[in-house]
């Protein structure tokens, strides 16, 4: 006997036919984390892998400033330009459908004033079709942030390890320790909620202090390094996929893509100079 299909399916909608995706956007900030619906977010630097993470289904793709000592060859983030940033933003907004794509100001491109931050994140905005900026900083920063909301800028904040500031903070550490950085950490969340930031990044800070955070504030967190009590996480993709060696220990690696390219060149090497390749196959005749 068929199932009468109308009791399981909504009306309209046939049988089998999966939810249509949506481009996520600001308002679903809030929306998600008021449903419990955990954030997902992975960097991008480029269209190919933009395209990849887009079509898997992650909600954010953060093109970080980490492209600096992740994809060209830093030591840090402190070098990355403006201009560099820009051209990396826009191949990931040309390859993405449904992700929405955010984009870092780098080191000294937004400091100075909130005047200076508008005309920086204009440029990206304008320059490479992201639909939000992440700046670092708390209280300091909360006139940028204000003046890029109210002129239609989303902004996604930055909190605890801040890798700007790593010459400041004396290296890659574990921020928010101590009761009374725990509790500046919580006005600095408190302060770019007030200025109109749409979410908070959380990065290398201890799980009760982020938990905390996330509890005050009526915007969502996303943590790297930030325990599991957050509203969603967000890793650099080459920790995230096992492309080298090492990751940090907040990190976990989600395949061996790195082993797995390396051996794909190791072959292609071995058949170029046997000349198994190319074959019949891959050969045009007259």
């Known amino acids: 006997m068929t199932e009468n299909v109308s009791s399981t399916v909504p009306a309209g909608t046939l049988a089998g036919d999966a939810p249509k995706r949506k481009r996520f956007r600001v308002q679903d900030f ?22 990849i993470f887009d079509d898997a289904g ?36 040309r390859a993405t459908k449904y992700a929405m794509v955010v984009a870092d100001l780098p080191f000294g491109s937004y400091e100075a004033s909130p005047e200076q931050a508008f005309t920086s994140a204009a440029a990206m905005m304008k320059g490479s079709g992201a639909q939000a900026v992440k700046i670092e900083g708390g209280q300091r920063i909360a006139a940028h942030v204000k003046l ?21 903070l004396g290296g890659k550490r574990v921020q ?67 492309m080298g060696d090492w990751s940090p220990r907040f990190a976990k690696q989600f395949g061996a893509v790195g082993a797995a390219l390396r051996a794909a060149a190791t072959d292609y090497i071995g058949e170029v100079k046997s000349q198994a390749f190319p074959g019949p196959e891959h050969t045009f005749e007259k």
């Open 58 to 93: 992650v909600d954010l793709l953060l093109v970080g400033d980490s492209i600096g000592d992740n994809m060209l060859g830093h030591e840090n983030t402190i070098p990355v330009t403006l201009d560099e940033m820009i051209v990396a933003a826009r191949s990931v907004a």
């Open 176 to 242: 928010a320790r101590s009761d009374a950085a725990a509790e500046q950490l919580c006005q600095d969340a408190l302060a770019l909620q007030e200025a109109g930031a749409s979410a908070v990044v959380l990065e290398m800070v201890p799980a009760p202090v982020a938990a905390r955070v996330s509890e005050i504030l009526a915007i969502p967190t996303i943590g790297i390094g930030a325990g599991k009590d957050v509203d969603g996480q967000v890793l650099v993709w080459l920790d995230m996929a096992g």
């Open 30 to 51: 809030v929306a998600r984390k008021e449903a419990g619906d955990k954030l997902t977010m992975l960097t991008a630097y480029d269209g190919v892998t933009a395209r």
């Open 148 to 168: 890029l909301t109210q002129s239609g800028i989303p902004v996604i904040g930055h909190l605890g390890l801040t890798p700007q500031s790593e010459n400041m």
